[in-house]
């Protein structure tokens, strides 16, 4: 019989050579005070070209979700994010599109290639997601999606003939739009990244920040974190994944002054001192999204793509996929999971009710 994971398997694929679980380090971890003084090259750094090279043969998945009320301006952030390159393919992401009825779930695939590195992106739009007069429980199809990305992932680790490399569609990033309101959070807000917080890395951003004035900006960002941690809600990087002193610097400094990063997205372009920018023209002249002076955008996108695009799968898999992986194996006495998929985690009750 199956003993559902291989023992002595050589076909490490990508995601597994990060698959140990990482440990909370108490204390920021030292290097060993054992230095070995080697007599000769042996050629350990090669190892960073051999990776390289790997990947540029493999190229690697990205999953990333968008969520929230439908004109936040979802769609062009992320044809912002990543250029035209994906706005161009895809046809289906009609502006005047109607308001669904309830949350519809999107994936669409495209291959993006950059300096000869392939990424695999799938975007994944909730359209409806918070539109209705009665939102209560309007998370739960997406938390749904997510553990069910989970569940294949899991069907293809047990088989006994195991795939290579199998296909990664867990969402690594789900992008929150917190709408540019000046006021509050809303319960749904709350209540959505209360549950999914635990599920999946939360990244929360406030939609078109160009309708807010600078001070009003500051205010509400402050107000946005302030809310987040009086309901306990952790949004990705969470502290206790920091894995040193060097990653608590960093993100620190990304929870405390950054998070919720404040954005504009745009897909035109305009002339500003000759040179051509994405933009967004207003009657106090031009929002350029790329400079920093102006909006977070490029911080976003920094930090998204530029500095944490790996750690964002990695905690994915080691964290959110970890957990899923346990319980269901656990709920299933340790033997490879028949059908279904688990229920959502039991969350701790939100102070708020939903009814907007
Ligand atoms: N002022 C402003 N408008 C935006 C911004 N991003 C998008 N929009 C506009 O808002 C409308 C809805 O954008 P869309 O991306 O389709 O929103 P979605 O429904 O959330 O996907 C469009 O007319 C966009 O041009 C922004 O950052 N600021
Ligand atoms: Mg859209």
Redesign the pocket.
């Known amino acids: 019989m199956s003993k559902g994971f291989a023992e002595n398997r050589t076909d490490v694929t990508m995601s597994e050579l990060v698959a140990e679980p990482r440990p909370k380090p108490a204390v920021p971890m030292k290097p060993l005070g054992i230095s070995s003084n080697l007599l000769g090259y042996i050629g350990i750094d090669t190892i960073i070209e051999q990776m390289r090279k790997k990947t540029m043969k493999t190229g690697f998945d990205f999953n990333i979700m968008?969520v929230?009320?439908?004109?936040?301006?979802?769609?062009?952030?992320?044809?912002?994010l990543f250029k035209s390159q994906v706005s161009r393919k895809s046809a289906s992401?009609n502006?005047e599109?109607k308001i669904p009825k309830t949350v519809e779930i999107k994936a669409i695939g495209h291959v993006i290639e950059e300096g000869g590195v392939k990424m695999k992106l799938t975007v994944i739009?909730t359209?409806g997601f918070g539109d209705q007069i009665n939102n209560e429980n309007c998370w739960e199809p997406i938390e749904k999606y997510i553990n069910e990305q989970y569940e294949k992932f899991l069907k293809e680790e047990v088989n006994i003939a195991r795939k290579k490399r199998i296909p990664d569609t867990r969402v690594h990033c789900c992008l929150y739009?917190i709408s540019p309101t000046g006021h509050s959070l809303r319960p749904l807000d709350l209540e959505f990244m209360k549950h999914l917080s635990k599920v999946v890395n939360i990244v929360p951003i406030i939609?078109?920040?160009?309708?807010m004035t600078l001070e009003e900006k500051m205010e509400f960002k402050q107000r946005v974190r302030k809310e987040l941690e009086v309901n306990g809600i952790e949004f990705y990087p969470q502290k206790e994944f920091d894995e040193d002193l060097e990653d608590k610097t960093e993100n620190d400094k990304i929870r405390q002054e950054s998070m919720p990063f404040a954005?504009?997205?745009?897909?035109k372009e305009y002339q500003v001192n000759g040179k051509r920018v994405l933009g967004?023209k207003?009657p106090w002249g031009i929002?350029e999204?790329e400079n920093l002076t102006h909006?977070e955008f490029a911080l976003l996108r920094d930090f998204v793509i530029r500095t944490h695009l790996q750690d964002l799968k990695e905690v994915t898999h080691n964290i959110h996929y970890e957990t899923y992986r346990a319980r269901r194996l656990n709920d299933n006495g340790g033997l490879p999971p028949g059908e279904g998929v688990l229920p959502p985690a039991p969350a701790s009750p939100c102070p708020a009710t939903i009814a907007e």
Do not use: H
């Open positions: 968008v929230g009320q439908s004109g936040l301006g979802k769609s062009t952030l992320i044809n912002t992401w502006r599109e739009d359209p739009f939609a078109k920040a160009d309708t954005v504009v997205g745009s897909d967004r207003t929002i999204v909006c």
